[in-house]
């Protein structure tokens, strides 16, 4: 006689939210200043993609009157969140590499990408109905360890169960005001499309960098903290 199987899911991806609470009048300036820094523009080169400060010469967000608040209370977070999956905090300093809006108008998207110059990636957004129509963000599974046969996911009539919990191919997440979702950089991401026709879908991007601290130099695994690096100039 067997005893009951038991699955074991190992080796988790720690992907975090949470709901912080936008004050209205705040909220209102800072949508004000994202359109302002938009301008005329309605998109990114390509057809149907969003509006991405980043290539638009808007990547230090952060240092905006109208958001600075908003990125000590995310820089928080991410603190709370290296110490949730292990970190020791005084072993570590953590940089703000880069920060950025992102507008996405009816029908646009963000294709698939990861953020390869950066450790932590983190996402607030501004609006949202909380329902996905708006277009979710979605996060891949980089390994789909349990799909065993290599290839049997995709479909073409695969035998793996659509969407079974164990071989999931990605995860979703409809935008609301005010939620905030952390992850590694490292992860596979992308928005889809915009289906509300009378909704801008606005959020904003964080990048993070960690480094040894700048009094544990020598940690092996980490970049030394950057008051030690030297710039160097081609002659």
Same mark, same amino acid.
């Given at each position: 006689?067997?005893?009951? @199987?038991?699955?074991?899911? @190992? ?15 705040? @909220? ?23 509006? $991405? ?16 608040? @908003? ?55 501004? $609006?949202?109905?909380?329902? +996905? ?23 073409? +009539?695969? &035998? ?17 005001? +005010? ?46 903290? &950057? ?9």
């Amino acid at each position: 006689m067997a005893g009951q @199987l038991q699955l074991h899911a @190992l080796f988790p991806c720690a992907v975090a939210t949470v709901q912080l609470t936008l004050e209205p009048l705040h @909220l209102a300036q800072q949508l004000q200043t994202l359109f302002m820094l938009r301008g005329q523009c309605e998109g990114n080169p390509a057809d149907g993609c969003a509006w $991405t400060g980043d290539l638009n010469g808007v990547w230090q967000l952060h240092q905006h009157a109208d958001f600075s608040d @908003l990125a000590e209370v995310v820089t928080q977070q991410a603190w709370d969140y290296l110490a949730a999956v292990g970190f020791e905090s005084s072993r570590v300093a953590l940089h703000l590499q880069r920060c950025w809006p992102v507008l996405s108008d009816w029908d646009q998207v963000v294709g698939r990408h990861c953020h390869p110059n950066a450790h932590l990636s983190a996402v607030i957004y501004l $609006t949202g109905r909380g329902s +996905g129509e708006d277009g979710v963000l979605r996060i891949y599974d980089p390994f789909h360890a349990n799909e065993i046969v290599p290839g049997l996911s995709v479909g073409h +009539g695969g &035998p793996i169960i659509e969407n079974h919990p164990f071989n999931r191919q990605y995860w979703d997440l409809a935008p609301q005001p +005010g939620l905030l979702v952390l992850f590694p950089s490292r992860l596979e991401h992308s928005v889809l499309p915009n289906y509300a026709a009378e909704e801008l879908r606005c959020s904003i991007s964080f990048d993070f960098i960690l480094t040894a601290s700048s009094q544990n130099d020598q940690a092996e695994y980490l970049a030394p903290h &950057p008051s030690s690096w030297f710039e160097l100039h081609q002659r």
